[in-house]
Nanobody, 115 residues
Framework: QVQLVESGGGWVQPGGSLRLSCARS????????VGWYRQAPGKQREPVAT???????TYADSVKGRFTISRDNAKNTVTLQMNSLKPEDTGVYYC?????????WGQGTQVTVSS
């Protein structure tokens, strides 16, 4: 089992920045795929950014150029740096880990972008 705990959410004005962190514990593995997803009110959960075991990132078109995902396998953390935030980035952000046919989710952290 893998436990994921997110932190760093909050309220920010449009154009601002937030940094989300995910602490991974339990039977973590450096070959896991890690990522961030978000769910806006009334919408389905969607992928925001993922990173392969080799460190190759993939981003949703809506966040390209604004968000950066990183991972530190030594510290078992995954980070999402979010810049130039927009109101449409508002939602609950979830940390995710995928290993073969298994996946784990954190409890989520709220991000609200409004003036």
């Amino acid at each position: 089992q893998v436990q994921l705990v997110e932190s760093g959410g909050g309220w920010v004005q449009p154009g601002g920045s937030l940094r989300l962190s995910c602490a991974r514990s339990g039977s973590v593995w450096p070959y896991d795929i890690v990522g961030w997803y978000r769910q806006a009110p009334g919408k389905q959960r969607e992928p925001v950014a993922t990173m392969s075991p080799g460190g190759v990132p993939t981003y949703a078109d809506s966040v390209k150029g604004r968000f950066t995902i990183s991972r530190d396998n030594a510290k078992n953390t995954v980070t999402l740096q979010m810049n130039s935030l927009k109101p449409e980035d508002t939602g609950v952000y979830y940390c995710n880990t995928v290993r073969f046919d298994n996946q784990w989710w954190g409890q989520g952290t709220q991000v609200t972008v409004s003036s």
